[in-house]
């Protein structure tokens, strides 16, 4: 069993034997019964605690005449984030902001949470970038059912009706891709950034380390973007209308 962090050991003491039985009810195999949660599973947790309290913290000053700088750096990421699937997605994009905005402060959080001792980022485990990429595939499936109806399913079968069946089974294969692909995406560079701080860390306990902390949190910044971006042409393509 890998080590547990501090946060981890809380939650199992209080709902590990809760979620333990959860699981075996539904005939899940739990390899360690007395510790059920995941140091990935309990950073997520902690990411989604700390946005709840951030939420409520900037919903509670928000102000016209006197905003805050928190305020300001909220209404900053909003605002370029609709502008960004405005310029991809084109009108009527603004219905998706709430669901970017809140993927990307997810994904952010999770990536730059491995900075603080003590903790690690989940984003660094396979299994959390790939719950990211299952919720942006079912996000965008179900907006193109929404905008075209049943007539969506014509999107897979490609322009042409001679070439369908050739192109439904590419077509599937490119969209299972897309999850493949932003898994490994965002789950490499964090865990090959988390990797490189602990070794420089290990190696030089002060001084060039923080030159690689700084190199995570670009990382972190740039991951997040390039996931929302992608995740925002796939919606594009979705919700696109025929010409």
């Known amino acids: 069993m890998l080590e547990q962090l501090w946060f981890t050991k809380i939650l199992n003491r209080l709902f590990g034997p809760a979620v333990a039985g959860l699981m075996e009810s539904f005939h899940i195999h739990v390899k360690h019964p007395e510790a059920p949660i995941a140091n990935s599973a309990a950073m997520e947790v902690l990411v989604c605690l700390f946005l709840i309290l951030l939420f409520i913290v900037v919903r509670s000053q928000l102000s016209v005449d006197k905003p805050g700088g928190l305020q300001h750096l909220f209404e900053l990421t909003h605002g370029f984030i609709e502008q960004q699937s405005h310029e991809i997605i084109g009108p ?96 490499a560079n964090m865990f090959a950034g988390d990797m490189v701080t602990l070794v420089f860390f290990s190696l030089v306990p002060v001084g060039i380390p923080i030159l690689f902390l700084g190199l995570h949190i670009g990382v972190s910044l740039l991951q997040t973007y390039i996931f929302i971006l992608l995740t925002t042409v796939y919606l594009a393509g979705a919700v696109a209308e025929e010409h």
């Open 92 to 187: 009527h994009s603004e219905a998706h902001t709430p669901f970017l905005v809140t993927l990307a402060l997810f994904i952010l959080f999770c990536n730059l949470i491995g900075v603080i001792p003590g903790f690690e980022s989940p984003t660094a485990v396979p299994i959390v970038p790939l719950g990211c990429a299952i919720v942006a595939f079912f996000y965008y499936q179900a907006q193109g059912f929404k905008h075209a109806g049943i007539k969506y399913l014509a999107h897979f079968a490609g322009p042409m009706p001679a070439l369908a069946p050739l192109m439904i089974p590419i077509e599937l294969i490119s969209h299972l891709a897309r999850v493949l692909s932003l898994t490994i995406r965002l789950f």
